[in-house]
């Protein structure tokens, strides 16, 4: 990586570390490695991964991916400075560090003299070693350093002299970058900017090291906080996908990006990449199972939505009138409440990954869109279910394969209070028809989506001995229009795999184990088409 | 009115108006009747109630103010500049906006070229008549002008002469306020601020008129925006509560207000005001019916979360380390979140939100810590389901109120494939001991929960009349380690509520009935503790 050129930045993303720190975000290890491959995609030079020393499964994380690396991206480790007075070699956290096996770490330290003295509760001079010899040891190691001075903004303006000494050993000390923290994200952009412009006036000679920004969104300002400090010098722009984070989130890496590569003219990541942001965006939040932000900036399904007459056929003759950007340049697209043309050719598009070719002409394109509005409308999402989206696309042209016809489906539970014992056992029944033969199986299972999914699999495993093979490998629930409480309808996206590929599925009803069921259907049905075809289906499904 | 004062402020509140152009947001008559009292209580000095000319709802909120005006606050309507080629007089949306009876109007009109000649299809000589015969003809039925410079920072870029005539047509009206919108919401914040110091040096005499500014959030910058604005001299601010508005939303109020007075000295309400942000912004977001977004900068339920462990301990010792002002300024509470990282001292912190006092040596503090982290092993998460952390602590305490005991519960679900018919119905019985009477029930819902709720409310209605209160207002579910698919885990949160409060409670299972089952059960004997008692427990939870 070379910082030569004069508008190049280089975007850090810490959506796997310190996104995860929102309230009510938790991730599993496949779910941070299925973000991390899709970030790498999206070009983004610098992921942050976790802390290996503070959690155990950040460990295993970086080890999978030592085994699989990244394509492009530098995957990095976070830790803090060692602990006062013991050397930085016997610091358990700095071996985890090490053993975390990257390139690049980053390494926090306090800035702040207050944070230093109450926090630490050690001495300002004991600060600076810790900053220094931690950096100087993980050099020693053979890694690149980036420091982030935590607190920078307020510890800066509290004590400007210290705030100062600490940049000094990290400098010192052969860090590459410092990155400017603003923790509590208090600061508002004049101020940042100001800041910023001291520091590079201070450090001096740009090229090593360089400076970075990191910025919260406590003043409803991160991105602008960001953007200042980019203004001012910084080169290097920490955020998280979705502006995910601890309070009120982080800066929001898919506002940021094309603000400074559409409208200040940085260069952040390719053109074709930056058109895979939308939905880079919306599959992470599917990841982590949280609702998309309509509303968000760019990426949100509302951004460019146009309502009203006068307004809409303006912008349909000249987008630049009502469009601060061209929609498609971030990977969303215009939505026009009245006119379709827009899902059409989404439809078309999609069908093409398909390996699908669609004309607009072709009834079946707008009959597809139809049955797709119609679903969108009852709840469906196939975003994250390419594959229920195939099997639509199949049925509309006539093509979907009947393997199997389920006549009826039958769960019983029965609970007891947890106070005296638990019990969870439940009991499903099912009628099936293969080849002109019914059939009629039962099963128990953990839970009534395990025993749906256990019956079906014995009525069918006879006829299609490769349904042994698959195996239900994610489940996924979420509640719509959450103000309905209990009655509210419930979207489920069950991921299937087999020996080689994955694939997802959906199911939406006000009943979750309608819902379940259908999804877990549709999981085996497409199991099925995928072991006897190896056509064009496969392609965009294995891209995990 | 007066501007002397320099550190003065004039927010004008848009949320009745742009603010209803969201995406999903629809209100009535009265809720739009109770969102301006509440504005008006909280200091707002300008609200803008709607459009009459457009609206014929509108038209009636205004008739209804007129009958029962609001105590201090200006009622504004809101309407465009007169049609081409009519006389103002003549203008049919005029005489809508003067019958609405305001002593202020605001009147938008187009400041770039492009829009005139594109959009309106009138000449660049006309629209500058119509601006100034419109703002004329309502100086002359006695109102008084604000006036909305449209996609006022596009139109300078673009064609700087004519945007400056259009002010000037403004002014020589007699318009009081000029107000520079970025209606389209591409501006970045050092392009505001240029742009309204030009502007201000152009307009001159600070008096009259004076410079507002109206930002939107399509760069996620409308906040930042807005305050580059008045770091330049811009005097009015308009925004809109919880940020609502189209596309990606206006100015969010509830950033605003706060940044400006407590950070940069403004004066824009008062101090007592300032602190019923918090409840302002959540009962909006309850009147318009969206979920509070819990993220949300000041008034969010997570804007002053803290965890881990020695975060929390020197937050308590000293909140300025932590927090960039104090939550009490904008009335929301400093919040200690209950996660795996959870010491001792968080237990002890969060127990006294409960007003519950621990003490370390406490042997109970130790059990509920140990209770805990059995529980958060299993899955179970108490960040968002205080309640059941609630009554956690009081079962360890001893002090875990019986209200009933639960003996047995089952569940029946018949399905048949969507393909033929769907049919959601689920059916559920419950054998209940209240008082030592036992009872049975059984209930029907369109899904298994809604089954299993409706049977539980009817065994307990009759002990405990207040239950018929309680609604479930959210319901949350997670599947936890997916790579066990369908026998995964499930973590269910649930939301309750009665008139005046919320509280969340959560189970687990592999069981997803049996989780479901958990967190109703808690969810409903939280209600009764809470009803039967008012003591400290409804402190942290009454906050809506």
Redesign the interface.
């Known amino acids: 990586m070379n910082a030569n050129s004069s508008n190049r930045l280089w975007i850090y993303d810490t959506t796997l570390r310190d996104g995860t720190?929102?309230?009510?975000l938790?991730v599993?290890i496949?779910?941070k490695l299925r973000i991390a491959r899709r970030l790498d995609q999206l070009g983004i030079p610098f992921i942050e991964g976790g802390w290996p020393g503070a959690n155990p499964k950040d460990v295993q994380f970086f080890w999978q991916l030592q085994e699989e690396p990244l394509q492009q991206a530098e995957i990095v480790a976070f830790c803090s400075t060692r602990r006062p007075h013991i050397s930085a070699a016997e610091d358990p956290l700095l071996q985890a560090i090490l053993s975390a096996g990257t390139r690049w770490v980053t390494i926090f330290g306090k800035s702040?003299d207050?944070?230093v003295t109450?926090?630490l509760k050690t001495s300002l001079e004991e600060n600076l070693a810790m900053i220094q010899d931690t950096i100087e040891y993980l050099r020693s190691q053979g890694r690149r350093v980036i420091y982030d001075a935590e607190h920078w903004f307020d510890g800066f303006k509290y004590n400007r002299e210290y705030a100062l000494e600490t940049l000094h050993a990290a400098i010192a000390a052969g860090a590459e970058w410092l990155v400017l923290c603003d923790t509590?994200?208090?600061?508002?952009?004049?101020e940042v900017g100001s800041v910023v412009k001291e520091v590079v006036a201070v450090v001096g000679d740009q090229n090593s090291p360089q400076i970075g920004i990191h910025t919260h969104?406590?003043?409803?300002?991160a991105?602008?906080?960001a953007?200042?400090g980019v203004?001012e010098g910084a080169r290097m722009v920490q955020g998280t996908m979705n502006g995910y984070g601890?309070?009120?989130?982080n800066a929001?890496l898919c506002?940021?990006i094309p603000?400074l590569q559409l409208?200040?003219g940085y260069s952040c990541i390719e053109t074709e990449q930056l058109a895979q942001l939308a939905q880079t965006s919306r599959l992470i939040s599917e990841v982590v199972?949280l609702a998309p932000d309509?509303?968000?900036?760019?990426v949100?399904r509302?951004?460019?939505?146009h309502?009203g007459g006068?307004h809409v056929s303006?912008v349909e003759?000249?987008p630049?009138?009502?469009?601060?950007?061209q929609p498609e340049q971030v990977g969303n697209s215009r939505r026009i409440v009245i006119s379709d043309q827009a899902g059409l050719s989404n439809v078309i598009a999609k069908a093409r990954t398909f390996g699908i070719e669609l004309d607009k002409q072709n009834p079946a394109a707008r009959q597809i869109l139809q049955h797709l509005k119609k679903l969108e409308s009852e709840g469906y999402q196939f975003e994250a279910a390419e594959a229920s989206f195939d099997l639509l696309m199949r049925e509309a042209l006539g093509k979907r394969q009947q393997f199997f016809?389920?006549?009826?489906?039958?769960?019983?539970?029965?609970?007891?209070?947890?106070i005296e014992q638990?019990?969870?056992?439940?009991l499903a029944t099912v009628k099936v028809t293969v080849n002109g033969q019914d059939i009629l199986e039962a099963a128990e299972?953990?839970?009534?989506?395990?025993a749906?999914?256990e019956a079906l699999r014995k009525a069918l495993v006879n006829f299609y001995p490769q349904i042994a093979e698959f195996?239900?490998?994610?489940?996924?629930?979420?509640?719509l229009d959450?103000?309905s409480?209990?009655?509210?309808k419930?979207r489920v996206l069950?991921e299937s795999r087999n020996n080689h590929q994955r694939w997802t599925t959906v199911g939406v009803?006000?009943?979750?184990?309608?819902a379940?069921?259908?999804a877990?259907?549709e999981g085996l049905e497409y199991g099925l088409l995928l072991h006897l075809s190896t056509e064009a289906v496969l392609q965009p499904i294995a891209s995990l």
């Open positions: 720190q929102r309230e009510g938790s599993s496949e779910d702040w207050l944070h109450e926090g509590n994200g208090g600061t508002l952009p004049h969104n406590d003043s409803d300002t991105v602008a906080n953007i200042a203004l601890e309070r009120c989130g929001n506002s940021l603000n409208k200040l199972n309509d509303h968000a900036p760019f949100g509302s951004a460019f939505a309502k006068i303006a003759r000249n630049l009138t009502y469009e601060h950007v016809t389920i006549k009826g489906f039958q769960v019983h539970c029965d609970l007891v209070s947890r638990q019990n969870n056992s439940a299972g953990n839970g009534p989506v395990a749906l999914d195996e239900l490998s994610d489940y996924k629930v979420r509640i959450e103000h409480g209990t009655s509210a419930t069950v009803s006000t009943n979750i184990l309608a379940s069921y259908q877990v259907v």
